[in-house]
């Protein structure tokens, strides 16, 4: 079979048997297709134009157990004829017993004779030495990559610079680029799947930038993703890229399945790489802690949280460090005085719009508020008690939802 890549063997291949060929990765993605001989479908124009099929289609086509499949075998039509997807021939891509992908014939007819099967396999073949080819050394630029972005990531300034200096060289990402960083993590327990569906979804969106502006370390549940451009980035970029990314995981993983987003502030250079990382790592705790933050969250929006996110909780003693407010805290029944306290402090002191919000009448909350002064000791009149107040439910807050989310 003529030709050293992918594309001209499926090309040759199409021009021998007077079909149309096409070549998808095991995510059933396309790699390669020829040209039509008037024998394609809905599907296939599709994938010629997406890069890929619906994904309901990915689970259809997966579901007849293909990815286990060692010999050509078919598929039927899908069922539903609005799909337009006909019978194919489906011979896999193996090199080494390791599946590379797969490549398709459709046969509406089920005419394909034996000798035009056996000539698929051929082409397979070697379609699969080319693939194994392009795995490992795909390997190889993902491990020089992950290792650099460690090292960019490293407390050391030498261990930053040299990393930098790697990743100038290799053309990974600009060393004068602006770098935005985002942080992002499987919300709860994380299995094969997840894992599996996060890095397919980082993959997916990093296929469509352009070269040398996005570098990833995929680490089971997390995956850190450094974003990088000549110049500052429009408004919203990063945050477009982590929203196709959460679109792309709920996609794979199944509605049941979250991953938050942190995004940082735009820094300059690779060296500050590490300090950016920082900020999104408590944005994306953020996210999976507090509701108000939504499934993205931005540093440049935590306001006090970036602080307040930084405690360790792990090392919190089971009484928050204010005396104060300890008996207020500590007595369920009071609940309702906490939350009509934090309402007030969290609209600067307006009685009127605090009891707007909670529903209830103005003399009402005057009596609330008088409660809680009563039961911690403090006066909401004093700038720095009003503080402490604040301090202490917004922490109480974080903590027992870092508590849930532990357990």
Same mark, same amino acid.
């Given at each position: 079979?003529?030709?050293?890549?992918?594309?001209?063997?499926?090309?040759?291949?199409?021009?021998?048997?007077? %079909?149309?060929?096409?070549?998808?990765?095991?995510?059933?993605?396309? $790699?390669?297709?020829?040209?039509?001989?008037?024998?394609?479908?809905?599907?296939? $124009?599709?994938?010629?134009?997406?890069?890929?099929?619906?994904?309901?289609?990915?689970?259809?086509?997966?579901?007849?157990?293909?990815?286990?499949?060692?010999?050509?075998?078919?598929?039927?039509?899908?069922?539903?004829?609005?799909?337009?997807?006909?019978?194919?021939?489906?011979?896999?891509?193996?090199?080494?017993?390791?599946?590379?992908?797969?490549?398709?014939?459709?046969?509406?007819? %089920?005419?394909?004779?034996?000798?035009?099967?056996?000539?698929?396999?051929?082409?397979?073949?070697?379609?699969?030495?080319?693939?194994?080819?392009?795995?490992?050394?795909?390997?190889?630029?993902?491990?020089?990559?992950?290792?650099?972005?460690?090292?960019?990531?490293?407390?050391?300034?030498?261990?930053? %610079?040299?990393?930098? &200096? &790697?990743?100038?060289?290799?053309?990974?990402?600009?060393?004068?680029?602006?770098?935005?960083?985002?942080?992002?993590?499987?919300? *709860?327990?994380?299995?094969?799947?997840?894992?599996?569906?996060?890095?397919?979804?980082?993959?997916?969106?990093?296929?469509?930038?352009?070269?040398?502006?996005?570098?990833?370390?995929?680490?089971?549940?997390?995956?850190?993703?450094?974003?990088?451009?000549?110049?500052?980035?429009?408004?919203?970029?990063?945050?477009?890229?982590?929203?196709?990314?959460?679109?792309?995981?709920?996609?794979?993983?199944?509605? *049941?399945?979250?991953?938050?987003?942190?995004?940082?502030?735009?820094?300059?250079?690779?060296?500050?790489?590490?300090?950016?990382?920082?900020?999104?790592?408590?944005?994306?705790?953020?996210?999976?802690?507090?509701?108000?933050?939504?499934?993205?969250?931005?540093?440049?929006?935590? *306001?006090?949280?970036?602080?307040?996110?930084?405690?360790?909780?792990?090392?919190?003693?089971?009484?928050?460090?204010?005396?104060?407010?300890?008996?207020?805290?500590?007595?369920?029944?009071?609940?309702?005085?906490?939350?009509?306290?934090?309402?007030?402090?969290?609209?600067?002191?307006?009685?009127?719009?605090?009891?707007?919000?909670?529903?209830?009448?103005?003399?009402?909350?005057?009596?609330?508020?008088?409660?809680? &002064?009563?039961?911690?000791?403090?006066?909401?009149?004093?700038?720095?008690?009003?503080?402490?107040?604040?301090?202490?439910?917004?922490?109480?807050?974080?903590?027992?939802?870092?508590?849930?989310?532990?357990?």
């Amino acid at each position: 079979m003529a030709g050293d890549d992918v594309q001209s063997v499926v090309d040759a291949l199409a021009v021998r048997l007077g %079909r149309s060929v096409a070549v998808d990765d095991q995510a059933i993605r396309l $790699i390669a297709a020829s040209k039509h001989f008037g024998d394609e479908d809905p599907i296939r $124009i599709r994938s010629v134009l997406d890069r890929e099929i619906p994904h309901h289609l990915q689970r259809w086509v997966l579901g007849h157990g293909i990815a286990d499949w060692t010999a050509p075998g078919r598929i039927g039509g899908h069922p539903d004829s609005d799909f337009g997807l006909l019978p194919r021939l489906c011979v896999p891509v193996r090199c080494h017993g390791v599946l590379l992908g797969f490549l398709w014939l459709i046969d509406a007819d %089920r005419d394909l004779a034996d000798s035009t099967v056996q000539t698929a396999v051929d082409a397979a073949e070697t379609i699969g030495v080319i693939l194994y080819r392009r795995m490992l050394l795909h390997e190889r630029e993902r491990s020089v990559a992950e290792a650099a972005l460690r090292n960019l990531l490293s407390p050391d300034a030498e261990d930053r %610079r040299r990393a930098a &200096e &790697e990743i100038q060289s290799d053309g990974l990402l600009s060393a004068s680029a602006t770098v935005v960083v985002l942080a992002v993590e499987i919300d *709860g327990e994380s299995d094969r799947d997840s894992s599996l569906a996060l890095e397919t979804a980082v993959e997916h969106v990093q296929r469509r930038q352009p070269p040398a502006t996005f570098l990833t370390l995929l680490q089971h549940r997390r995956a850190v993703i450094v974003l990088g451009s000549a110049r500052p980035p429009r408004e919203g970029a990063a945050r477009d890229v982590a929203d196709r990314i959460r679109a792309r995981f709920t996609e794979l993983a199944g509605p *049941g399945r979250r991953c938050a987003v942190g995004v940082s502030a735009a820094r300059p250079g690779l060296e500050s790489v590490a300090d950016a990382h920082r900020q999104a790592a408590t944005a994306v705790r953020a996210a999976l802690l507090l509701p108000m933050f939504g499934d993205v969250a931005s540093w440049s929006a935590l *306001g006090p949280f970036a602080m307040l996110l930084r405690v360790d909780f792990d090392q919190l003693a089971e009484e928050l460090p204010f005396p104060g407010v300890r008996d207020l805290l500590a007595d369920p029944a009071n609940d309702l005085l906490a939350t009509s306290a934090e309402e007030f402090l969290d609209r600067a002191g307006d009685v009127a719009a605090s009891a707007d919000a909670l529903h209830v009448h103005r003399t009402t909350m005057y009596h609330r508020l008088k409660r809680v &002064e009563a039961v911690t000791g403090l006066n909401l009149d004093d700038g720095l008690d009003r503080l402490t107040l604040h301090l202490a439910l917004k922490l109480t807050r974080i903590n027992s939802a870092h508590r849930t989310a532990t357990r």
